[in-house]
């Protein structure tokens, strides 16, 4: 009762105001405890991986089975899948004795067609149970009006790749060439539904890695999100740039860009090297492959005739099957740099086979896309040389003499950390199952996720377009 009484009284001998401010003060930080303990208590994992900026939400296209895995039927149930290789000179490229009606057969080893698997990995994981998908930044949903995207299903590498393989001259044709039709097939399938209309397809996406794919409606689809290996295939020079103050190599992209298209990684051809196995390096420089080849690759040409005998350097020409699969195992895994020449194509699977044999890659290519820049920095772990530099006398190998042991041990140290994104493999031999959180697939579809806010405006400025006004194509990407 004496106490009561004098905190009575020294409670009166505080002035009024005080008293307000410290019950309010009291008040207000009781209610916004509660009100914390009870937001963070709602907080399940669950939840949290719902939230939008932790996953893109995919709708797959309905499409026949004959456009996908029954592609892959057809080529496994083929006596000769591939003209363009020897059976008899490469025992490990013979048709594999599956069983009858395999519902997600293999995808092939061919190399031919191997580096271009990225459709059947990504295809396999959104159609991966929902119950092993906790991993996958691509959410599969059922109802296209809640999607971020629509995938189109097509293995159009491999239906270009069985079309040349099997029956190459009528590849540029129309008639007689089933890869067209596929590709007919398909542009008149997407191109009908609500939801390429809603959209004018611009929020679709198909996988085009071989540079050939789908060469026949590319036009049509170009609107389209593109994961392509590069763009290469698809350099159109403006022939009037020269008249409009602008330079005449300037390249004019009207079908692809890196604004609303993706860049993926070939699928690697040798086996990964882990840091903890690299051993010493005796050859400073490597490359196996073809020495001629068309357009940008002349550079490949030239450059061979300027290194074939310098010392330390190897430049071998041979071809990825078993015997030049193993050449290639130990030429990169000895070497401390590997050579990454323009082809055909600005790039090449190579690449991605040095750094998963952590070899250094020098890459001389003026005009190469990679994927996933601005996720990693390539110049941390890889060398690239101006062609024109390039093709100096003495220049390269000078340059790649010139950097410290260090300075290479910590190009690999860094290699080894980032080789696990260029894998597409998920362990199972169908392509069904868990993927590696950390692998390409996923870092595909962050790439993807980045372009939607350029898509979504794409589309609402195509939307309130006049009817009969006519805006030019500006895919136009420095």
Sequence with gaps: MALKNTISSSLRSVPTLFLSLTTLVFTLSLTLFFLFSNHRSQITPQTTLQQPHTSIKVYVADLPRSLNYG???R??????P????????????????????LQFPPYPENPLIKQYSAEYWITGDLMTPESLRAGSFARRVFDVEESDVVFVPFFATLSAELQLGTAKGAFRKKVGNEDYERQRQIVDLVRGTPAWKRSGGRDHVFVLTDPVAMWHVRAEIAPAILLVVDFGGWYRLDSKSSSNGSSPDMIQHTQVSLLKDVIVPYTHLLPSLHLSEDQRRQTLLYFKGAKHRHRGGIVREKLWDLLVNEPGVIMEEGFPN???????????RTSEFCLHPAGDTPTSCRLFDAIQSLCIPVTVSDNIELPFEGMIDYSEFSVFVAVNDALRPNWLVGLLRSFSK??????????????????????????????????????IWKKVHQKLPMIKEAIVRENRRPPGVSIPLRCHCT
């Design 71 to 73: 592609l892959l039927g």
């Design 75 to 80: 080529y496994w149930s083929s006596s000769a």
């Design 82 to 101: 591939d003209s363009r290789l020897s059976a008899e000179s490469d025992p490990q490229i013979a048709p594999t004795h599956l069983p009858k009606n």
């Design 322 to 332: 078993a015997t030049g699969r193993e050449q290639s195992i130990r030429g990169m």
């Design 406 to 443: 260090e300075q290479k041990d910590k190009f690999r140290q860094n290699m080894s950390r980032i080789q696990r994104i260029f894998e597409y493999d998920n362990g199972h031999p169908s392509g069904i199952g868990p993927i590696p959180p950390d692998g390409a697939v996923n870092h």
